[in-house]
């Protein structure tokens, strides 16, 4: 590791220190530590919470990004986070219907992953041409399919009780207050796991980036890193699903803004990623908490979507002009 990127991580750790800090401060009636235990407890669940999807939404990212060979692959544009929240949705029904109750079940985070992994699965087969992946195909397919998942998502929330507001966080991107330390600490543990096996592979990854047969050259197995990359990328983006639903943009900016402290790197761009990612997410938190809305919280996807747009129509409109387009 240079010493350039040793000192942009030491800065990222301490702007996530200070995120956390701010969270842990911010409440309902303004800035100030509670000295409610209950309250502390409340607070630092969703702190943890943010902390996990930021950190699983930007490494995701980065492994889509080096899955694909694409820099503007996201679990969002591909339609991962949709497809694992159609998935939770289709399970909090099945148990509805079981039970009468719309409930959290331990089952959500399995229901997640495989509608992570089918979302990616039909993306990917749908934008192959002849053997290549076509990057704007990419982009476009994943888009549809997360309209779609999101829309077919929206019909089976309607068919539950109160139109479903127990799930909504499942389409709007939304921490929940209702969540147990268990499930957070759970998926938390998950995704640093994950985080920390994709800055292992970092110099595959670094291979792969070049032509199939320079990486086999040096040793790196495509297939193998492919299939872990993908695992790990759907397991990520599973485990933020269940906790905040489909949160946009993290993904995509944050790998980039990384990239351009440290470098090309990959195992020191994961790693810087997953702190940029959790102080982003945990910062985004602690402003909606801050904004007086007379009709109830604003979700953090609304915030990001509105930071992260437009940063994604510049760089799809950088990379269209650049010659060679996109990739």
Known sequence: ????????????????????????????????????????????????????????????????QALMRNPLAAPDLLGLSAGASLAVLVSAYIGYLATGAVTPSAADPVSAFIGAALALAFVYSLSQRRGFVEPVTLILVGVVV????????????????????????????????D????????VLAVVLVCTLVGAVLGPAMDASSMS???????????????????????????????????????????PHAVRLIVGPGHRVLVIGSALLGASAVLLADSGVRMLPMSTGRLPIGIVTAL?????????????????????
């Open 1 to 64: 590791m240079t010493r350039r990127a040793v000192v942009a991580i030491l800065i990222l750790l301490a702007l996530l220190a200070g995120a956390v800090l701010l969270r842990l401060a911010v409440g309902t009636e303004g800035l100030g530590f509670s000295e409610s235990g209950q309250v502390a407890r409340l607070r630092l669940i969703r702190v943890l919470a943010a902390c996990a999807v930021g950190c699983g939404l930007a490494g995701a990212g980065v492994l889509l």
């Open 146 to 177: 997360s309209i779609l998942c999101g829309a077919a998502g929206a019909l089976v929330k309607q068919f539950m009780p109160d139109g479903g507001f127990a799930v909504s966080r499942l389409l709007v991107g939304r921490i929940s207050d």
């Open 179 to 186: 969540l147990s330390m268990g499930m957070v600490t759970g």
């Open 212 to 254: 199939d047969d320079e990486a086999r050259s040096v040793g790196v197995s495509i297939g193998r890193l492919r299939a872990m990359l993908f695992v790990l990328a759907g397991v990520m983006t599973a485990g933020t699903v269940v906790l905040a639903g489909p949160i946009g943009f993290v993904g995509l900016v944050v």
């Open 307 to 327: 930071i992260g747009g437009p940063i994604f129509l510049w760089m799809l409109y950088a990379s269209l002009r650049r010659p060679g387009g996109i990739g």
